[in-house]
T-cell receptor, first 117, second 111 residues
């Protein structure tokens, strides 16, 4: 299947700092990428849809100014958690859709585990 | 509110048995259905997708879809301890690609 790479895998930061997570589609172009968040023992919650060359579409309840998304190229989307607080500690996972695949299924990055001290 | 419901389990089956995982969804307009497997601490990996009523088989896995009942299931034959993971049902409602996930069913296969 298609390959989606995420970086970093782990990040620990102090409260109040900002953290950037990168998501890259390695062998296909992704006009759309999706950012999910997962708390322990819970399912994936969609945060936003990242659109190449335009503004991201955020799900209800997700703060746009808190979670900045930039999709500057067809292979890269970034999520920046601004002024992070301990409650932002979570597993952040990006995904992308390879339109060349038969059902347009989503492929996930490895995930980024954020711990805010 | 579009919802996807799964029995959170845990579901425990002996090695070699059939594991049956179930999922219901709320929106009749749903188009495609996906099963992902997630090991602890890892991101989800795609097992199967299905978009037509009936059964779809891939190795030891069979996905079943019944749109009239808004029900999709995953059967795992000859379950192995390595199948122990959380299985996530995901539903795609439109062509935009956005998936809504169920809460996941934890499967434990005992040797």
């Amino acid at each position: 299947g298609a390959v989606v790479s995420q970086h970093p895998s782990w990040v620990i930061c102090k409260s109040g700092t900002s953290v950037k997570i990168e998501c890259r589609s390695l062998d296909f172009q992704a006009t759309t990428m999706f950012w999910y968040r997962q708390f322990p023992k819970q399912s994936l919650m969609l945060m936003a849809t990242s659109n190449e060359g335009s503004k991201a579409t955020y799900e209800q309840g997700v703060e746009k100014d808190k979670f900045l998304i930039n999709h500057a190229s067809l292979t890269l989307s970034t999520l920046t958690v601004t002024s992070a607080h301990p409650e932002d500690s979570s597993f952040y996972i990006c995904s992308a859709r390879d339109l060349g695949q038969s059902a347009g299924e989503l492929f996930f990055g490895e995930g980024s585990r954020l711990t805010v001290l | 509110q579009k919802e996807v419901e799964q029995n959170s389990g845990p579901l425990s089956v002996p090695e070699g048995a059939i594991a049956s995982l179930n999922c219901t969804y709320s929106d009749r307009g749903s188009q495609s259905f996906f099963w992902y497997r997630q090991y602890s601490g890892k991101s989800p990996e795609l097992i199967m997708f299905i978009y037509s009523n009936g059964d779809k088989e891939d190795g030891r896995f069979t996905a079943q879809l019944n749109k009239a009942s808004q029900y999709v299931s995953l059967l795992i034959r000859d379950s192995q301890p390595s199948d122990s993971a959380t299985y996530l049902c995901a539903v795609q409602y439109d062509q935009g690609g956005k998936l809504i996930f169920g809460q996941g069913t934890e499967l434990s296969v005992k040797p």
